[in-house]
């Protein structure tokens, strides 16, 4: 799988919106992009994946860009809830499935 | 929907005792299930994953052991517990081909 590049920490105003880069340069064409967050002494919680199209859901958008070597999970209106360590993962669409979770993001979201 | 439980949350053992973690998922049949580490502010390790019943690769070599005796049931193991085997083990099973994985609440082991 390949291997992503993500920023150690981000701040983030609360109300605005957190963007949130990762790098993927080596991704393969079937390799998804997915992102996990952890809060604090609890698992990793799924938030989006996409292969190379935009997705939304009621939790983020995930923009992808044309040649897939990056993409930007985006939390509209943060909130202080939204502070934890955020995981992008690159995995294949094969059975096995397997993800390779680098340190992540710690995003921060202030009052 | 489906869930998945681990326990006990937290565990405190002696070096040289055996382990044996549980990880059971609910409404969902045949998933993929994962036994991952982590190290305090580190990301996740992928230590075992299973594809079916009896079906377990092993991603590092280590002192550790998996089994998946039922469908839904995946155990992590140990003979004699190390140090180094300290740890937040996390449990987590997928639907398969290109489905998310989700995650149980962990269990936090020291060893002493």
């Known amino acids: 799988d390949a291997k992503t590049t993500q920023p150690t920490s981000m701040d983030c105003a609360e109300g605005r919106a957190a963007n949130l880069p990762c790098n993927h340069s080596?991704?393969?064409?079937?390799?998804?992009v997915y992102w996990y967050r952890q809060i604090h002494s609890q698992g990793p919680q799924y938030i989006i994946h996409?292969?190379?199209n935009n997705e939304t859901n009621e939790m983020a958008s995930l923009i992808i860009t044309e040649d897939r070597k990056s993409s930007t999970l985006i939390l509209p209106h943060a909130t202080l809830r939204d502070t934890a360590v955020y995981y992008c993962?690159?995995?294949?669409?094969?059975?096995?499935?397997?993800?390779?979770f680098g340190d992540g993001t710690t995003l921060t979201v202030k009052p | 929907s489906q869930t998945i439980h681990q326990w006990p949350a937290t565990l405190v053992q002696p070096v040289g005792s055996p382990l044996s973690l549980e990880c059971t998922v609910e409404?969902?049949?045949?998933?993929?299930l994962y036994w991952y580490r982590q190290a305090a502010g580190r990301g996740l390790q992928l230590l075992f994953y299973?594809?079916?019943?009896?079906?377990i690769s092993s991603e590092v070599p280590q002192n550790l052991s998996a089994s998946r005796p039922q469908d839904r049931q995946f155990i992590l193991s140990s003979k004699k517990l190390l140090l180094s085997d300290s740890g937040f083990y996390l449990c987590?099973?997928?639907?398969?081909?290109?489905?998310?994985?989700?995650f149980g609440d962990g269990t936090r082991l020291s060893i002493l």
């Open positions: 996409g292969l190379k």
């Open positions: 987590a099973w997928s639907k398969g081909k290109g489905q998310p994985q989700h």
């Open positions: 080596t991704i393969s064409g079937n390799e998804y």
């Open positions: 993962i690159v995995r294949a669409n094969t059975n096995a499935g397997k993800s390779t």
């Open positions: 409404g969902t049949s045949n998933p993929n």
């Open positions: 299973s594809v079916g019943i009896g079906q």
